[in-house]
């Protein structure tokens, strides 16, 4: 088990023991000289976009040998599409189990960020996280559905950004069908590396369906942008152990690539 709970930290570690050595490289969508604001968090969606002419490829592992894949394209500036698809056990010995359908979203950014007002973006992701419940109809981390997002961004050793949002998920096989609210923030650490943490409230996942103890999801990670549009990431999730089978977080690892087509 010990083993187990250095292997995260040994990796931010690892990304941060690094990052010195790229700083004069292209960058992707973290740190101060990243030059992309990030889309996502952990799994909460921020008001970020992609620029016009933008294809961000984002492929995320997790456990139970999962994995998952997306892709994005910046259709204009305020304007985003894509779709996503993968499934568990995909890495191992056992028989995978796919995803039942390929996940879609939009977004439309609906106020630009200027000294006042923060950025606000309107969406749809029917994309949910950690593998998907067929009994239930439901991801075990339910999609975001129909959701409203603010960012705003503050110079502070760097920059910190703050983000907060209300969504409505469409996975209600589990009965539950109650708005959820999410936030988080982001915090530059150097040219290429920033923190992320998040805590989603999960009030959708609340009704006893699942072993969920109502703690909601408490997540964070670190993201290193290594060049060339490449960023990649280490995140633990559910550190309030929400779910009862968690020990000190679900260990997750994420990479983006952001390209011009």
Not at 38 to 55: C, E, F, N
Not at 151 to 178: T, W
Not at 215 to 225: A, E
Not at 253 to 260: M, Q
Request: charged share 20%; proline share 2%; aromatic share 8%.
């Amino acid at each position: 088990m010990m083993g187990a709970h250095v292997v995260p930290l040994v990796g931010w570690a690892f990304l941060i023991s690094i990052a010195s050595s790229t700083q004069g490289i292209a960058q992707g969508s973290a740190g101060t000289s990243g030059g992309r604001e990030p889309r996502y968090l952990v799994d909460v969606p921020t008001a970020g976009m992609l620029s016009q002419g933008t294809v961000g490829l984002d492929v995320d592992f997790f456990q139970e040998g999962g994995l998952l894949f997306g892709i994005n394209v910046g259709i204009f500036s305020r304007l985003s599409l894509g779709v996503s698809y993968g499934g568990s056990k995909l890495i191992g010995s056992e028989k995978a189990s796919m995803n039942s359908v390929p996940g879609a979203n939009v977004k439309l950014r609906l106020i630009e960020e200027n000294t006042m007002l923060p950025a606000v973006a309107l969406g749809f992701d029917s994309q949910g996280r950690e593998g998907y419940i067929k009994e239930l109809d439901r991801y075990k981390i339910k999609s975001s559905g129909f959701y409203a997002v603010g960012s705003k961004n503050y110079s502070l050793a760097g920059f910190i950004s703050v983000h907060g949002g209300i969504n409505y998920s469409l996975e209600r096989g589990d009965g539950d069908r109650d708005v959820n609210f999410f936030l988080g923030f982001e915090k530059t650490i150097g040219p290429v590396v920033s923190f992320v943490a998040e805590y989603n409230r999960g009030s959708n996942d609340s009704n006893g369906s699942t072993d969920a103890r109502g703690r909601g999801y408490l997540n964070m990670g670190v993201r290193l942008s290594i060049g060339g549009g490449l960023t990649v990431g280490v995140d633990l999730k559910d550190l309030a152990k929400n779910r009862s089978n968690v020990s000190v977080g679900n260990r997750t690892v994420r990479i983006e690539y952001l390209g011009e087509l």
